[in-house]
C-alpha cells in the first residue's frame, strides 16, 4: 500500500513540474504567433553566464501560477543578451554588438544588468523594462498588471495596494 501510495505521490509531482513549465518561444515564434493571436511579450533577457538568471529559470519561472501567468496571459520569450544571430523586429535589423546583442541594448535601454524583463504591448511595442531577480511573489503582481492592462490606468503602487495574490 505504502508502494502505492509514493508512485501516485510521484506521479502528482511530475505532472505538476510538467504543467509548470513555461514555454518559452523565440522572439521570431512570438512574433508569428502574435499575428494570429495578440498578446503582451514577455521577453526575459539572460546571459549563459548569469548565475541569478539561472536561479529564476528554476525557482520564479518554474513556479506553477508564474508558469500559467506567463503562458495564458503572454507571448513569453527568452533572449540570450549576448546572442550572435542577426534578428530583424519591427523592420529593424539588430545585430551583436561586440559582447552585446543591439536587441537587448534596445530593450534595456542602455541599462544592461542580468537577469532583466522586458514587457511589449500586443503591438510589439516597448512598454517597460525591469531587471534584477524577483521571486515568485515578487513577480506574480507585476504580470498581472502589465496583462490585466492596469498599467494603462494607475501606477503600480496603487495596483499592487490591492492586488491578491495566488501564491500561498
Not at 88 to 104: D, I, K, L, M, P
Not at 123 to 143: C, D, F, H, N, W
Request: hydrophobic letters at 45%; one cysteine or more.
Amino acid at each position: 500500500m505504502k508502494k502505492i501510495l509514493m508512485i501516485i505521490a510521484g506521479l502528482i509531482i511530475l505532472q505538476q513540474a510538467v504543467h509548470s513549465q513555461v514555454k518559452w518561444l523565440t522572439i521570431e515564434q512570438a512574433m508569428d504567433l502574435n499575428k494570429k493571436k495578440p498578446k503582451p511579450f514577455f521577453i526575459d533577457l539572460y546571459t549563459d553566464w548569469c548565475g541569478w538568471c539561472k536561479r529564476m529559470d528554476a525557482t520564479t519561472f518554474a513556479h506553477p501560477v508564474i508558469a500559467e501567468m506567463l503562458n495564458t496571459n503572454f507571448h513569453p520569450v527568452k533572449f540570450n543578451a549576448e546572442s550572435a544571430k542577426t534578428l530583424v523586429f519591427n523592420g529593424n535589423t539588430f545585430v551583436s554588438e561586440g559582447r552585446t546583442h543591439q536587441f537587448a541594448i534596445a530593450l534595456l535601454q542602455g541599462q544592461l544588468s542580468y537577469p532583466s524583463f522586458a514587457f511589449l504591448d500586443a503591438k510589439q511595442q516597448l512598454l517597460t523594462s525591469v531587471p534584477g531577480y524577483r521571486t515568485a511573489p515578487q513577480m506574480e503582481p507585476v504580470l498581472a498588471y502589465i496583462s490585466s492592462g492596469a498599467y494603462l490606468k494607475q501606477n503600480f503602487e496603487t495596483f499592487s495596494a490591492s492586488y491578491k495574490s495566488k501564491i500561498q
